[in-house]
């Protein structure tokens, strides 16, 4: 399992783990588990046969986290899972390509699409191994404050908070709310609230409402301020994405999962 932004808690018989973006996982068959508390939680579940890899065991055996991520202490009553691993954002961005890559090979079905599906898997899981690592930093011990913080903002983006606001649900200061916040998300508190309200945009514009209605309805009063972030976070104006998304409709799908890639916290 690829974490790539939001966060969450997986749980199984053996206790709970907060995940967040850049997070690696691994279940080996049998495993049972479940996620909880979601918040903007993307993730791949990369499901795969391991004899997929015994070409080439020897090779990947000799990278530093083979057997940290595939050999696990386990039993036949309850099979462990990996302990949790971090990648970078960098590294992240690179993984996520390859997964995007490997599907719409899939998708298309050109000739020889097998083909070229195994063999980025197998640059997918050298390249992982080569960079990922131990998770070196503690969870944030207020993510389930920060995580209902969230849930309100997503229920009604719209609506006009503030820092101070949104500090005083959780009876924080504003500096201890504003960096746990961060520290959770990966985001800035306005920052994370216009991705949320940029993402409703997106599909009030597949429709023909106009730009001043949409940016009305997203929770910007100011239709100029609207394209000049909605610009600045998609690199096209709404205009622009409404004519492009009648042409290509998974630009939609494209756009609201970059939106809310967490980015490394400054």
Same mark, same amino acid.
């Given at each position: 399992m690829l974490v790539c932004s939001g966060h969450a808690s997986n749980e199984t018989s053996r206790g709970c783990t907060l995940l967040s973006g850049g997070n690696v996982l691994f279940f080996p068959a049998g495993s049972v588990h479940r996620y909880k508390e979601m918040s903007s939680f993307w993730h791949y579940n990369i499901l795969f046969d391991a004899s997929l890899l015994q070409e080439h065991i020897l090779q990947l055996r000799r990278l530093p986290t083979y057997r940290l991520l595939f050999e696990t202490e386990s039993d036949?009553?309850?099979?462990?899972?990996?302990?949790?691993?971090?990648?970078?954002?960098?590294v992240l961005r690179r993984l996520i390509e390859q997964l995007e890559q490997m599907r719409n090979e899939? #998708?298309?079905? #050109?000739?020889?699409?097998?083909?070229?599906? +195994?063999? $980025?898997?197998? +640059?997918?899981?050298? +390249?992982?191994?080569?960079?990922?690592?131990?998770?070196?930093?503690?969870?944030?011990?207020?993510?389930?404050?920060?995580? $209902?913080?969230? $849930?309100?903002?997503?229920?009604?983006?719209?609506?006009? +908070?503030?820092?101070?606001?949104?500090? #005083?649900?959780?009876?924080m200061s504003e500096s201890s709310f504003r960096q746990h916040f961060k520290a959770v998300t990966g985001f800035a508190v306005l920052d994370y609230l216009i991705r949320l309200r940029i993402k409703k945009s997106l599909f009030l514009l597949c429709s023909s409402n106009s730009v001043s209605r949409v940016a009305e309805q997203s929770g910007f009063p100011d239709s100029n301020y609207f394209t000049r972030q909605f610009s600045k976070l998609t690199g096209l104006s709404p205009s622009q994405f409404q004519r492009q998304y009648q042409q290509y409709p998974a630009l939609l799908h494209e756009i609201a999962k970059r939106l809310l890639l967490s980015k490394s916290a400054d």
């Open positions: 036949k009553q309850q099979p462990a899972c990996s302990p949790l691993l971090d990648v970078s954002p960098e899939e #998708a298309v079905g #050109a000739q020889g699409w097998e083909t070229e599906v +195994y063999f $980025r898997f197998l +640059y997918f899981i050298a +390249y992982l191994l080569r960079n990922c690592s131990l998770q070196s930093k503690s969870p944030d011990s207020h993510i389930e404050q920060i995580t $209902r913080v969230v $849930r309100l903002m997503e229920r009604d983006s719209r609506q006009p +908070y503030n820092l101070k606001l949104l500090a #005083a649900e959780l009876h």
